[in-house]
């Protein structure tokens, strides 16, 4: 089974960055798309980042494009979140996934990843 660790978030001021790391161990990680989401209190988790197998194909949330970077290094098993220009409106805990199917190309669905990291806290100050 698939294990996700994160790490990266933490306190940053309004236009501040952040890098999230992402580390898996158990699985084929270079044969699996992989998704970023995130959770703010009282709202439903939400769709940020999702990369291809391959790592060629990535693609986000409008909330996010422009500002935000979803890599991959498989020789490391590691999935990034680079995070530009900070708003207070991403304040949230972000999750890394492993989309279900092998050499996808990363959905913008929640239902179709699995296994979930522990989540990382990013905190935005205004």
């Known amino acids: 089974q698939v294990q996700l660790v994160e790490s990266g978030g933490g306190l940053v001021q309004t236009g501040g960055s952040l890098r999230l790391s992402c580390v898996a161990s158990?699985?084929?990680?270079?044969?699996?798309?992989m998704g970023w989401f995130r959770q703010a209190p009282g709202k439903e988790r939400e769709f940020v980042a999702a990369?291809?197998?391959?790592?060629?194909?990535?693609h986000y949330a409008d909330s996010v494009k422009g500002r935000f970077t979803i890599s991959r290094d498989n020789a490391k098993n590691t999935v990034y979140l680079q995070m530009n220009r900070l708003k207070p409106e991403d304040t949230a805990v972000y999750y890394c996934?492993?989309?279900?199917?092998?050499?996808?190309?990363?959905?913008?669905?929640?239902?179709?990843?699995?296994?979930w990291g522990q989540g990382s806290q990013v905190t935005v100050s205004s």
């Open positions: 158990g699985r084929a990680f270079s044969s699996y798309a």
């Open positions: 996934a492993v989309e279900a199917v092998r050499y996808g190309m990363g959905t913008t669905h929640y239902q179709d990843f699995g296994p």
């Open positions: 990369i291809s197998w391959t790592g060629a194909g990535t």
